[in-house]
DNA sequence: ATGGTTGACATTCAA
């Protein structure tokens, strides 16, 4: 079972990218991040013309997630955080088959110090509490996204500059990672490598990408019972060069059995 | 310190 992540930066623009990339990749399961529609608009029928159903939490311009399935039932599905108030569409997670998928869209939190990084904090807290419960009642759980954070230095392309107090590496964010790793959450990337300068973002501006001036911020945890299975994870680079990219590509884990 | 690019929407905001 291969299961992605992919913040697709408006699936208005890139649903021929997500049609190629499907085709291509072949995932099982694939969360979304800031598709940009509301949900009305969704294109749920051009998607189940690719094989895969899909389900949907969006609003207009900002955010937006969804859960898309090969040939299998997407089931039990929760939009937002459980008890947390939230303007900002950015969770949504359902079981498919045994396992149950988390899709977070972490918020990016401008700049360390700013109201929008307090409530990435909140935010963090908030996941922290629900999946603290949803693995007692899923221990099979993949938590995936874009989580607005780079683990450690590895993740990089500059330690100087992204360093604790910098935004996306900042000593809180981390810490706020590492509590939901604490969980027995394993970042499967991690279970296979210990490379540096495998990113999954690249900024836009200064041909970043040409340069690999990356992190990686796009990630996919596995619970404790899942870990066994974990049998390979990755980045798939290539829809960053195509024409009109998203700034991020797809990161992906595949599950034995 | 600023601006560099992209997307959505309407001229500036968010990333």
Known sequence: MKIA????????????????????????????????????????????????RS????QKTYNGVAILARERAIEDVQAGIPGFEDDQKRVIA????????????????????????????????AVHAWLADELQRHPKLVVLGDFNI???????????????????TSTAERDALRRLQA????????????????????DYRQAAFRRNLG?????????????????????DREPRTWDRPSDHAPAWVTLAG
């Open 55 to 58: 389900v949907f939490h969006g």
């Open 94 to 125: 359902a079981t498919v088959g045994d396992v149950r998928i988390v899709n977070l869209y972490v918020v990016n939190g401008q700049d360390v110090g700013t109201d929008k990084y307090a409530y990435k904090l909140r935010w963090l807290d």
């Open 5 to 52: 992540s992919w913040n697709v930066n408006s699936l208005n623009v890139r649903l021929p990218h997500l049609e190629q990339w499907l085709r291509d990749a072949a995932p099982d399961v694939v969360g979304l991040q800031e598709t940009k529609l509301e949900d009305a608009k969704f294109p749920d029928t051009a998607l189940a013309g690719f094989g895969y």
């Open 150 to 168: 780079a683990p450690d230095a590895r993740d990089v392309h500059d330690p100087e500059v992204w360093n604790e107090a910098h935004i996306l």
């Open 215 to 235: 992190l990686r911020i796009d990630l996919t945890l596995v619970s404790d019972a899942l870990r066994p299975r974990a049998a390979a994870s990755g980045i």
């Open 183 to 202: 969980l027995g959450l394993h970042d499967a990337f991690r279970l296979h490598s210990d490379e540096a300068g495998v990113f999954s973002w690249w």
